[in-house]
């Protein structure tokens, strides 16, 4: 497993943007470059959803459909580090947004990530 801890969360009128860190530490059996990164999010009385995920080898993405052209995933492996770079955002984008790490392939699915940061806020203002 790897510990991380997300960072940049804030409040933001409705078009505006943001960029979420997500560092990761304390890699067990590997070097960051060997974990698949995905960001998810939680909004009050919602279940936890998929929202972007980087290879780990190139950081080529997916996306979930109602962020795709507004969100990009990045990775600087250097820095050990995993970037979520959120724009145009809306109302509905207000969540806890995660930070998960995985050994496996790219995957939609939470229960496939085995680390998770603690999460970090984004509330968007109408």
């Known amino acids: 497993q790897v510990q991380l801890v997300e960072s940049g969360g804030g409040l933001v009128q409705a078009g505006g943007s943001l960029r979420l860190s997500c560092a990761a530490s304390g890699a067990s059996g590997g070097t960051f470059s060997t974990y698949t990164m995905g960001w998810f999010r939680q909004a009050p009385g919602k279940e936890r959803e998929f929202v972007a995920v980087?290879?780990?080898?190139?950081?080529?993405?997916l996306y979930a459909d109602s962020v795709k052209g507004r969100f990009t995933i990045s990775r600087d492996n250097a820095k050990n580090t995993v970037y979520l770079h959120m724009n145009s955002l809306k109302p509905e984008d207000t969540a806890l947004y995660y930070c998960?790490?995985?050994?496996?392939?790219?995957?939609?699915?939470?229960?496939?990530?085995?680390?998770w940061g603690q999460g970090t806020q984004v509330t968007v203002s109408s």
């Open positions: 998960a790490a995985r050994r496996g392939l790219r995957s939609y699915y939470s229960v496939d990530y085995d680390s």
């Open positions: 980087a290879r780990k080898s190139d950081g080529s993405p």
